[in-house]
């Protein structure tokens, strides 16, 4: 089972559109793929205009079936969808024992319904981003060319290994991805290089940019997906790329799991 919480501190750095097309990317590779929008704004609902019967905060306070509160967008790709609610869930959570462990708890049951989980948080250091990141334990970083950006990439890392000792789970940083990226931008480059030293310092490495594409806004105005809207289009091109690197990435866990629950998962 792959799980991933793509997560930046800073907002507007491409989290949103990232969680949803690599979430894409790997239904279209044969996972069976649940999207969890965890962020109170409920980005993924709104991006895609779903009309789901139950959210998130419905799944863990009421206790309702994960089927009866997912929606499916696409061949093996369901979502968790968020709402304003998701605010209160959190205040419950944060009364509860061994909270940082709530989702890993909830999902428990139906970690045998999916091959990977991808989860999008909100752009602050939350309870909520806590838990996403313990139940996931792997998360990808993307990082726009600003460079408050990448200090809300720092800020993650930071966050990542703190939360991962206080609860004694290794909590991995799996990769950076810049995002919107623009080489005719003069600050690109600049920020580039510091994306490399951030790299260079946690030892986390960079994949390959995602590109700045114009099919991006036209998918979220049209309410699809960019698979769906132009399947050739040059940051579906990069997010599959990236989705590839992501698998390798998480090779060595995969192969430990496999090891553990004697089962095959397809790579
Ligand atoms: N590769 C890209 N090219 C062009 N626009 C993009 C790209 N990635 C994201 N965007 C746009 O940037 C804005 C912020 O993206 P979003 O995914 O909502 O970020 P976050 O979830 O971090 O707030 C959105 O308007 C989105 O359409
Ligand atoms: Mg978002």
Do not use: W
């Not at 061949?75 to 944060?94: H, P, S």
Request: proline share 4%.
């Amino acid at each position: 089972m792959i799980k991933l919480m793509i997560g930046n501190q800073k907002g507007g750095v491409g989290k949103t559109t990232t969680a949803i097309t690599v979430a894409r990317c790997l239904a279209d590779r044969g996972f069976r793929t649940l999207l969890i929008d965890s962020d109170p704004q409920g980005s993924i609902a709104v991006t895609l205009r779903l009309k789901p019967e139950a959210y998130f905060s419905d799944f863990i306070l009421n206790q309702l079936r994960l089927p009866d509160c997912v929606v499916k967008i696409a061949e093996r790709l369901d979502v968790l969808c968020g709402n304003r609610e998701t605010t209160a869930m959190e205040q419950r959570i944060f009364t509860m024992y061994g909270r940082e462990h709530v989702f890993q708890n909830a999902f428990r049951m139906y970690e045998e319904s999916y091959d990977a989980i991808v989860v999008d948080v909100a752009p602050s250091i939350s309870l909520l981003q806590a838990c996403s990141m313990v139940f996931c334990q792997n998360v990808l970083i993307p990082i726009s060319m600003d460079t408050l950006s990448v200090s809300g990439a720092g800020a993650t890392i930071f966050s990542a290994q703190t939360i991962g000792d206080s609860v004694r789970t290794p909590i991995h940083t799996l990769a950076l991805l810049p995002t919107i990226v623009n080489r005719r931008f003069g600050l690109t480059d600049v920020v580039m290089k510091m994306v490399q030293q951030l790299s260079d310092t946690y030892k986390i490495p960079v994949l390959n940019a995602i590109r700045t594409d114009q099919i991006i806004g036209k998918a979220a105005r049209a309410h699809r997906m960019i698979a769906d809207i132009d399947p050739k289009a040059k940051a579906l091109e990069d997010y599959e790329g990236a989705t590839s690197a992501i698998l390798d990435l998480l090779k060595p866990q995969l192969l430990s799991s496999e090891h553990q629950h004697g089962e095959t998962i397809a790579v």
